[in-house]
């Protein structure tokens, strides 16, 4: 696993369940929450740039929330309402001149196996559904929302550190 993280050049995360704990607040008036972990926060911040990966996030939904946590972070890159993850994963490989192999991606549902299928290392939280479990390298310790971003990012710093 080690020799696939240290050739990792970007990062592809899906938010709701994975950088989130899948929960989606709501209140009378449509107003929408959610909660995201301070260390997944820190990780993107601090760690990931040292490690010359670029974080991306890439969603099926569209909320302004994320856009707002994704400016504090400092993530340029994020595409959100996307239905079809994989491709535009396909262009981003070739702006970022990337392939597969420098490509991980977390994911906690079937909405992201076809991305996963794009990339040369592939995790999910600890919570994610059984099918998206049987497919990655990697099933992170954490739940989503609950750190296991960090956790990939921790793997890959690592890596990347005892080459």
């Given at each position: 696993m080690e020799k696939k993280l240290e050739k990792i050049k970007a990062l592809f995360m899906d938010v709701d369940g994975t950088l989130t704990d899948g929960h989606i607040y709501m209140s009378d008036n449509g107003e929408m929450c959610k909660a995201f972990h301070s260390h997944d926060g820190y990780g993107i911040k601090n760690i990931l740039p040292k490690t010359d990966v670029v974080p991306v996030i890439i969603t099926g939904r569209d909320s302004k929330i994320v856009a707002r946590r994704a400016a504090e972070l400092g993530i340029s890159k994020i595409y959100q309402g996307v239905d079809d993850k994989a491709a535009v994963m396909q262009q981003l490989f070739e702006q970022f001149n990337i392939t597969s192999e420098n490509a991980a991606y977390i994911g906690d549902d079937f909405n992201d196996?076809?991305?996963?299928?794009?990339?040369?290392?592939?995790?999910?939280?600890?919570?994610?559904?059984?099918?998206?479990?049987?497919?990655?390298?990697?099933?992170?310790?954490?739940?989503?929302?609950?750190?296991?971003?960090r956790e990939v990012i921790d793997l890959i710093a690592q890596a990347k550190e005892n080459r």
């Open positions: 196996a076809n991305a996963m299928e794009l990339c040369g290392f592939t995790a999910c939280p600890g919570d994610a559904v059984e099918g998206i479990k049987q497919r990655v390298d990697h099933v992170c310790k954490a739940n989503g929302g609950r750190g296991a971003v």
